[in-house]
């Protein structure tokens, strides 16, 4: 047993260090978006369009990746994604269009969702086996990944131009990938315990019952994943645009969501321990609600950076509930089917957002990010039986 538990050990780190990388190297892309909007010439709505290629991408191969990761395994899916990922971030810089832009980032998204279907269903698996709810602690990892990411970001935003940088994210990723996917590549993925009767049931097959529940966490996928999409495409230019702050203190504004969000969830664990995931995502979602409608409204930068934090705190676990709760249901393809809704989110919000900022105005249209989270809060009550399973 100490073998094991020394390889679960390490197949936990080396999990934890992709889903970082996932946050750092999105985030570099992120900060970036006024730079590239400004060398495409795009407006609002057309770089809403374009940001569409990101969770196209990512909505068109999570289903392909959940029959991936059950016929290669999740361990192999994940590295080769990360491999895609790390090159495909260097290629926005390079476009000089709407068109261009949006072609690439299909690219980027396709590599961005494959990779979370992957290490996602490869985390339900060792929390399966672990019998502790670790989910939150490798999505810390990721908001840890974007919250140095994009301050990085900010402190080089005046040194480098987006080419360099991006290029930069390319070498890193690549480095990383060759050390912890030597790990990952290593270690079997996990049973779950055979000996004493373990909370979390094996995956069942997806009847009209289970697609049904899997289907429920979707949307509570959904709409956290709408706030953090909006946040990520949209945080910075908000601040830039609406309250004049400068490009570096733009940046920061998506460093304190992060920021939040790794706080949040580095005490996941214990919140789910003690609350339970019903009072975790009603709760969650009703403060990220409050939280957003500041975020937006706000006269003032340093309101709205607190608006964001509150915001990034209340996200911070629903959309690591959502996905192992239907992981736990029916395994790789439970994790698929609901990061489809939860990237439909993201594949709805940066249009929706952009089409509405251009019809009202930016700070009305992020307010639709407090409406879903208070719907996710909803969901979550009428759910809560499912929930607690």
Known sequence: MPGNRSELARLRTALTVFFALDGFVFAGWVVRIPAIKHQTGA?????????L??????VITMMITGRLCRRYGNHQVT????VLLSLSVALPPLTHSVLALGL????FGAAYGG??????SAAVDLVRALKRPIMPSFHAAFSLGGMVGAGLGGLVAGVLTPTQHLLCLTVIGLLVTAFAG???LRIQPPEPPETAP???????????????????FGLIALCTAYGEGALADWSALHLEQDLDASAGAAAVGYSCFALAMTVGRLSGTRLLERLGRTRTLISGGTVAAFGMLLGALAPTLWAALIGFVITGLGLANLFPVAIERAGTLAGPDGVAIASTFGYGGMLLGPPAIGFMADWFSLPAALTSVAVLAATAAVIGLVTRGAAER
């Open 43 to 51: 407006s609002a709505s057309t770089l809403g369009l374009a940001l």
């Open 104 to 107: 690439v980032l299909l690219v």
């Open 198 to 216: 373990s909370r979390q049931p094996a995956p069942r097959r997806l009847d009209s019952r289970t697609r049904g529940l899997v289907i429920t």
């Open 182 to 184: 030597r790990v990952l």
């Open 115 to 120: 990779i979370n279907v992957a290490f996602n």
């Open 79 to 82: 590295v080769v994604c990360a």
């Open 53 to 58: 290629g990101v969770s196209a991408g990512a």
